[in-house]
């Protein structure tokens, strides 16, 4: 199975902050890979696919970028709302394996 | 309303089988590729199984192939995940998602799982 790892696993920042998450994987997937969001307590919820299209009604601040092995979410201008853990996804081959996630906190 | 909602956790032993349910509503759920991921508690999201939108694809992680069976009913708008031989490894909170499976231009299709269910906890210990 492709592994997928994230860095870092958890960053302290401020509201305002520009954020990047990085995830790299084990074999090149193309730009098969998404990006999800969870809250505490709370599902998942999806940002980006195709490495780097932004779903519909997520705000333009989240952004994704990246093809073969790294990729990048970068959060331009943190939002109290945007405080959460955000997880990787490839969908290159099966079966689907999910970074271990970065958890963003408040500084 | 558009919504998944999971029912059939529980608490069950080591060795036994549960059913999880996933009720579809508000939109043309035989459209969607449907999947299921699990979260062990306070661990990260595990991909599990997806099922094609006519059910002819079915796929898994390897630690639940052969013992996890992933189904679905059209005329009941449901999705199934059918768990045997469950193990203590298999606590989790397992949430169905929708795959809007966005064509990419080669003519494949993108996972995206734009629509996820609230979870249902799953406890595997005697």
């Known amino acids: 199975a492709i592994q997928m790892t994230q860095s870092p696993s958890s960053l302290s920042a401020s509201v305002g902050d520009r954020v990047t998450i990085t995830c790299r994987a084990s074999?090149?997937?193309?730009?098969?890979l998404g990006w999800y969001q969870q809250k505490p307590g709370k599902a998942p919820k999806l940002l980006i696919y195709?490495?780097?299209s932004l779903q519909s009604g997520v705000p333009s601040r989240f952004s994704g970028s990246g093809s073969g092995t790294d990729f990048t979410l970068t959060i331009s201008g943190l939002q109290p709302e945007d405080f959460a853990t955000y997880y990787c996804?490839?969908?290159?081959?099966?079966?689907?394996?999910f970074g271990q996630g970065t958890k963003v906190e408040i500084k | 309303e558009v919504q998944l909602v999971e029912s059939g956790g529980g608490l069950v032993q080591p060795g036994g089988s549960l059913r999880l349910s996933c009720a579809a509503s508000?939109?043309?759920?035989?459209?969607?590729?449907m999947t299921w991921v699990r979260q062990a508690p306070g661990k990260g999201l595990e991909w599990v199984a997806n099922?094609?939108?006519?059910?002819?694809?079915?796929h898994y992680v390897d630690s639940v192939e052969g013992r996890f069976t992933i189904s679905r009913d059209s005329a009941k708008n449901s999705l199934y995940l059918q768990m045997n031989s469950l193990r203590a490894e298999d606590t989790a909170v397992y949430y169905c998602?929708?795959?809007?499976?966005?064509?990419?231009?080669?003519?494949?299709?993108?996972?995206?799982?734009?629509?996820w269910g609230q979870g249902t906890m799953v406890t595997v210990s005697s």
């Open positions: 998602a929708r795959d809007s499976s966005p064509l990419s231009g080669s003519g494949s299709y993108y996972d995206a799982f734009d629509m």
């Open positions: 508000g939109f043309t759920f035989n459209n969607y590729w």
């Open positions: 099922i094609k939108r006519d059910g002819s694809q079915r």
């Open positions: 074999q090149g997937i193309r730009n098969d």
């Open positions: 195709a490495a780097s």
């Open positions: 996804l490839q969908d290159y081959n099966y079966p689907r394996t």
